[in-house]
């Protein structure tokens, strides 16, 4: 069974950065396709960034175009969310997520992945 474990959630003011890691771990794991989603209160879960395990195509949404990057080590199999640029509405709790395939496509609905992390807070403070 897969387990993703998020950390680097926290306070931030508004402009600053955070650094966000899933760690992926199990015996069945081969370093899927990824993703991040966040879900304010009271909102539904969106999504925010992805990419592909294979040659590392990336996807992110408009809201977060130009401030957030994804990256993936492999080796470490560990995905990051680097987010620079934080405003009061990034606010959010961020998940991770892992798909069942292996292949160059970059996943937007959450019914695509299989795997869910418990989510780190990321609370950015005006």
């Known amino acids: 069974q897969v387990q993703l474990v998020e950390s680097g959630g926290g306070l931030v003011q508004a402009g600053g950065s955070l650094r966000l890691s899933c760690v992926a771990s199990?015996?069945?794991?081969?370093?899927?396709?990824m993703g991040w989603f966040r879900q304010a209160p009271g909102k539904e879960r969106v999504f925010i960034a992805a990419?592909?395990?294979?040659?590392?195509?990336?996807n992110l949404s408009d809201s977060v175009k130009g401030r957030f990057t994804i990256s993936r080590d492999n080796a470490k199999n560990t995905l990051y969310l680097q987010t620079n640029s934080l405003k009061p509405e990034d606010t959010a709790v961020y998940y991770c997520?892992?798909?069942?395939?292996?292949?160059?496509?970059?996943?937007?609905?959450?019914?695509?992945?299989?795997?869910w992390g418990q989510g780190t807070q990321v609370t950015v403070s005006t």
């Open positions: 199990g015996r069945t794991f081969r370093s899927n396709n």
């Open positions: 997520a892992a798909t069942d395939t292996s292949d160059p496509n970059v996943y937007i609905e959450p019914t695509s992945y299989a795997y």
């Open positions: 990419i592909s395990k294979l040659c590392y195509n990336t």
